[in-house]
């Protein structure tokens, strides 16, 4: 993941134009990708699909010639989405179009201008400080015009047509923590979950941040009654806890099944409450939405100095944590596979375990299978109203613990599934 990462790193990417285009080729080439064109205009609610922004070149240089800022060292000296100029202009006046970040002098912010026509440069506040009077000639060879809002789609059918929503925003240029990790790790989740037989349907989705989802939403307003489960992802590769961010709905399955990963993952971790802010999860639960979509991140937007800045590089995110993160989705993707609600056969007194052989399992190890007091609550349990999940939770086991609890009894005919959840 983190080498993914360093390929997709020096593309410029924004919420439209090539470097979109060229990241999703890159996904491509581990899933097959649909990628969808929106034409500039196509009214989304109550937006537009802008016009597409593309980027050759960018520069300020001084009277002797030297390229004093230039955008073919970092793609983030450009604040994204400036029109096109070509002009001179003395300090003062170029200074107006500066961005920079005093209390963190070395490092160059992020910025954009998406629904604003404006130009604008970042830079070091250390460098700018540098700048002495003088004419700057000026350059952005950037273009605006009526082109396409791009986004990558990979739907993989499952049993049923309900479905899981993974989401990401890929619309960042040279940023990994904010937008490249979780662009990496939902191709290897994607990738895990195709080589898998699948329960669920699952529907990953490659988009612009705000725009991308808006857009997505409003064209296949079809489709939203399957999502039954939903995360966008986000910043899953900086050192920071597992940090989660309720639904909307803040009690739906996937809260919960999130909670209890994190709760069993051995590791510090902290649950929000939702908030309209953030990532896309603030459009997927939307009123007019309301979808059981959580975001499960690492350090959240905002609470990490390096967000927005060039110090979220290749050395800000870290394979172990990518890797943390990757295990974690697994998880909770495992459980929502598995998560079933059965009925006791014998609901009336235990039935007799010894007689079955489950006896000999009394004392069982409760890290690596089961033991009889699990086999107890799931039976007691069983009466049709609890889910797999719910009894762990009840009984304070690791759902994994459970499950295999359930898998045994089934087979000893002590348990079926009820009957929502073999017509459902
Ligand atoms: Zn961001």
């Known amino acids: 993941m983190h080498a993914f990462i360093g390929q997709m790193y020096p593309l410029c990417r924004s919420i439209t134009g090539a470097g979109f285009r060229e990241t999703l080729s890159l996904v491509s080439r581990h899933i ?8 500039t205009g196509t009214p989304v609610f109550d937006w537009t699909v802008p016009k597409e922004w593309n980027i050759r070149d960018a520069y300020v240089k001084d009277s002797a010639g030297r390229r004093v800022i230039d955008f073919r060292r970092s793609n983030l000296h450009v604040v994204s989405y400036s029109i096109p100029i070509r002009t001179t202009l003395p300090l003062a006046e170029l200074k107006d179009h500066i961005f920079t970040l005093p209390e963190h002098p ?22 700018m400080l540098k700048l002495k009077e003088d004419h700057y000639e000026v ?31 890929a619309c960042h240029p040279s940023l990994c923590n904010d937008n490249l990790s979780s662009v990496a790790m939902i191709t290897f989740l994607a990738k895990h979950m195709s080589e898998h037989p699948r329960r669920y349907s699952y529907r990953f989705l490659f988009i612009p941040g705000t725009i991308g989802s808006i ?40 809260d919960r099944v999130v909670a209890h990963v994190l709760q069993h993952s051995g590791s510090e971790y902290e649950i929000m409450e939702f908030s309209p802010y953030g990532y896309d999860e603030r459009q997927y639960g939307s009123p007019g939405f309301n979808l059981p979509i959580g975001c499960l991140m690492r350090t959240p937007y905002k609470c990490y100095p390096e967000y927005h800045t060039s110090a979220d590089d290749l050395d800000f995110v870290r394979p172990e944590c990518l890797a943390d993160s990757l295990r974690k989705y697994l998880a909770v ?43 107890l609550w799931v039976l007691n349990l069983s009466d049709g109203s609890h889910s797999m999940l719910d009894i762990a ?25 009820t009957e929502n959840e073999i017509t459902g």
């Open 333 to 375: 993707l495992n459980i929502l596979e598995k998560n079933r609600t059965y009925l006791n056969i014998y609901p009336k007194c235990e039935p007799q375990l010894g007689k079955r052989g489950l006896y000999r399992l009394i004392g069982g190890d409760r890290e690596t299978g089961f033991d009889q007091m699990s086999l």
């Open 32 to 39: 097959p990708l649909e990628i969808h064109e929106v034409p």
């Open 139 to 169: 350059c952005i060879d950037s273009s605006l015009e009526p082109g396409h809002l791009t986004y990558g789609e990979y739907y993989l059918p499952g049993e049923k047509e309900d479905e899981v929503l993974i989401s990401c925003h």
């Open 393 to 417: 939770d009840n009984a304070g086991y690791k759902f994994s613990i459970i499950s295999k609890a359930a898998e045994v009894l089934e087979e000893k005919q002590l348990l079926q599934l």
């Open 106 to 127: 070395d490092w160059i912010p992020y910025r954009t201008s998406y629904y604003q026509e404006t130009w604008g440069f970042c830079m070091s506040h250390n460098e």
């Open 215 to 254: 857009t997505w939403l409003c064209l296949n307003e079809e489709k939203v009654s399957k999502i039954k489960h939903g995360l966008v992802a986000a910043c899953v590769g900086d050192p920071g806890k597992s940090t989660y961010k309720k639904s909307r709905q803040g009690n739906a399955e996937i």
